[in-house]
């Protein structure tokens, strides 16, 4: 007997898509939403063998998909039409299913997700037309299924495709043709993930070949693929060993065939140990029964043969038990023919006829099923087909040609309207042109007017820093004599009232003096160019931080200091650097209380390096922050114990620092300090 596909193994095998397709590069592509959908149901309807659930699931499932995919939709139909064929065996009900398949194909969005589910979408036409009986039809869906996707899916497809068309073959009669696509399906399906269900049905292929050969009068290549399928079941025997039940039943079915084969050769003694042996397997409750059926039947021919009227009368008695629960067509009909043979040659015609009308009306019903099949010329309907695609092809191409005629059209109609266009822009642009030049002679103009008024302003600006620099300078010197008179006045004076007003002289002299040295150090700042040197940052900083201690002590304050944990050198001016931090140190002395700590912090950053110095001071108020770094600035205040601030000192470090190409900030709050940052890059000479 011809093994199809185990009941179990329908559901794996018919949308062997479901597997095979995420080997393609489209079908697998399902949104995040349905994946684990598809997932779930492949589980309900493949290990779990629930197919009622898995649908049950699908349903409730999919209402959750917002906006699914190509993909999704057509596994959605795909699911709800294996559920239709294979859990309800009804092809009708089936077919609707296959038929929206094949719209949803039609819109996939590349042509190889087209290809992969244009072809899987006629498969499953094919299989519902080939459970109905329909055989011609069938046959044309699975050629076409082919002939569409036969160079762009892999063999783990194709080996389904090519199963069915040998099995429509040997129902056909054209064993040799049969054989042949079997062989084919064989070499095809080790491209299946190597799971049991590729190992059951790569050894049902074997067996169909045995079949086959057997059929077309091929005995020796019959034998030859009976014994190598017997041989690949025991050789994967221990590594399918919890599934050793199906493994007996494959067995049982190719002893069965061995002993019809022995049979036609005439060996009866090893037909009948076959046989037996094949019966007693698949007799068992669970196991296939209609094979055994079918097999008791070859049994009982041999019992005929070899004239042994009470085993085949037992064997026939038997077997019309087993017949009455489980229902088998072929079975049956074999089973009036050797009663009527039976009563026949012991000369009972009653009985022999009977039964031959009963043999004869089955007979010629099961001859009404198969008369589509017999008059299907499967030749015939692959020429059709070729015939049918090369038509198609052909209206393609026209349409195609149409489509490349009303383009030239229309890029000749769009080639005249450019010409047009260009002509009447060449006009416009010589206006244009004229008018662009004399606005650009307006430009040019404009352009030499600010030159000249930049040119002025620098001559202006240069100017004003002289006459500073030079007030600046006539005003020190009678500044600092006024500053060290009163200074020596002060020891002289007579009463308090006359060293009040002394001092009062000294402190603003003072005061003026700085002043100057401020404006002075400006104005120099900004236009003088610094000569840079090597210069060993952690040495800068601690001397700066070690002239400033006598003044922060003044103060009963103390100076914290962190610096680098490798001796760094800067490419820097050592003198201007040293004003900045001594300058920041002095402000952060100044806006801090009384026995407050100060923090100078070092620390490498981005190839380059920062100095923090932090105070818990007054700190500096939002709206002020943006104007401290500006000369003259109005946010000036002055320091806890009334020291006077000028508002330049900060100007100047800005300066400074963007000269070295590094940048200064700060971060403040009202009453709780403030820390400015300074950033030097690494520089190279």
């Not at 592509?29 to 009622?52: A, L, W």
């Not at 993909?71 to 294996?82: E, I, M, P, Q, T």
């Not at 500053?483 to 004076?493: F, I, P, R, T, W």
Request: charged letters at 25%.
């Amino acid at each position: 007997m011809l093994l199809n596909h185990t009941i179990w193994l329908a559901f794996a095998c018919l949308l062997a898509f479901n597997s095979c397709a995420n080997n393609t590069r489209d079908t697998g592509n399902y949104s995040k939403q349905f994946k684990p959908i598809f997932d779930t149901v492949t589980s309900y309807n493949g290990e779990k063998s629930q197919p009622h659930r898995a649908i049950e699931y699908l349903d409730s499932a999919y209402k959750t998909v917002s906006r699914p995919y190509v993909s999704d939709r057509f596994r959605f139909y795909a699911f709800h039409f294996l559920y239709n064929l294979k859990a309800l065996h009804d092809p009708k009900k089936a077919m609707p299913y296959a038929d929206t398949m094949q719209a949803v194909a039609a819109e996939s969005v590349t042509p190889d997700q087209h290809i992969a589910l244009a072809s899987e979408a006629d498969f499953a036409t094919g299989d519902a037309y080939s459970d109905m009986v329909k055989y011609d039809q069938a046959y044309r869906y699975f050629y076409k299924g082919y002939s569409i996707g036969k160079n762009a899916i892999d063999d783990a497809i194709l080996a389904e495709y090519t199963y069915r068309m040998g099995m429509i073959m040997f129902k056909q009669g054209h064993f040799k043709e049969a054989a042949n696509y079997f062989k084919i399906s064989h070499r095809q399906s080790y491209a299946y993930t190597d799971d049991f269900r590729a190992f059951y049905q790569r050894q049902e292929l074997l067996d169909n070949i045995g079949e086959s050969y057997k059929n077309s009068g091929d005995i020796d290549s019959s034998r030859l693929y009976l014994n190598k399928a017997l041989i690949y079941i025991n050789e994967n025997s221990t590594r399918f060993a919890e599934r050793a039940n199906l493994l007996e039943v494959a067995r049982g079915v190719v002893y069965g065939n061995q002993g019809d084969l022995a049979m036609l050769v005439h060996d009866y003694p090893q037909a009948s140990e076959l046989l037996k042996k094949s019966i007693a397997i698949n007799l068992k409750p669970g196991n296939d029964n209609r094979d055994a059926e079918l097999t008791e039947i070859k049994l009982a021919r041999l019992y005929l043969s070899t004239n042994k009227p009470a085993e085949l009368y037992e064997l026939l008695k038997s077997l019309r038990l087993q017949l009455d629960i489980i229902n088998n067509d072929d079975a049956e009909t074999s089973w009036n023919g050797l009663m009527s043979t039976y009563y026949l040659q012991r000369k009972d015609y009653q009985n022999s006829l009977f039964y031959l009308k009963n043999y004869s009306a089955l007979k010629d019903s099961a001859l009404k099923r198969t008369s589509s099949l017999k008059r299907t010329d499967v030749n015939q309907q692959q020429a059709n087909f070729d015939k049918e695609n090369q038509i198609e092809n052909l209206k393609g191409h026209n349409k195609l040609q149409l489509v490349y005629i009303c383009l030239a059209v229309l890029f000749s109609v769009m080639a005249v309207i450019i010409i047009f266009l260009v002509f009447r822009n060449l006009k416009r642009s010589k206006r244009d042109i004229v008018a662009i030049k004399k606005l650009n002679d307006q430009i040019q103009l404009q352009k030499n007017e600010l030159e000249n008024t930049l040119e002025e302003v620098n001559r202006g600006s240069r100017e004003k820093d002289r006459i500073l620099r030079a007030v600046a300078h006539d005003l020190r010197n009678p500044l600092g004599g006024i500053a060290s008179l009163s200074a020596a006045m002060v020891d002289d004076a007579q009463d308090e009232e006359q060293t009040d007003l002394i001092n009062l002289i000294k402190e603003t002299s003072y005061n003026s003096l700085e002043l100057i040295n401020e404006i002075l150090e400006a104005a120099n700042t900004a236009n003088v160019s610094f000569n840079k040197e090597w210069v060993e940052i952690n040495s800068l900083i601690s001397n700066s931080v070690d002239l400033l201690r006598f003044k922060a002590a003044e103060k009963d304050q103390d100076i914290m200091l962190s610096l680098l944990d490798t001796p760094t050198e800067l490419l820097i001016n050592r003198e201007k650097i040293w004003r900045v931090i001594s300058n920041l140190i002095s402000n952060a002395i100044k806006f801090s209380p009384r026995g407050a700590v100060i923090y100078v912090i070092v620390n490498q950053k981005h190839q380059g390096v920062e100095i923090c110095v932090k105070d818990y001071g007054i700190g500096i108020p939002d709206k002020l922050q943006q104007q401290v770094f500006n000369m003259f600035t109005e946010a000036k205040r002055p320091g806890t114990d009334g020291e006077r601030s000028f508002g330049l000192g900060l100007s100047i470090c800005r300066q400074i620092v963007e000269k070295h190409s590094g940048r200064i900030w700060l971060k403040s709050d009202l009453n709780n300090g403030s820390s400015f940052y300074v950033y030097l890059p690494a520089e190279v000479a």
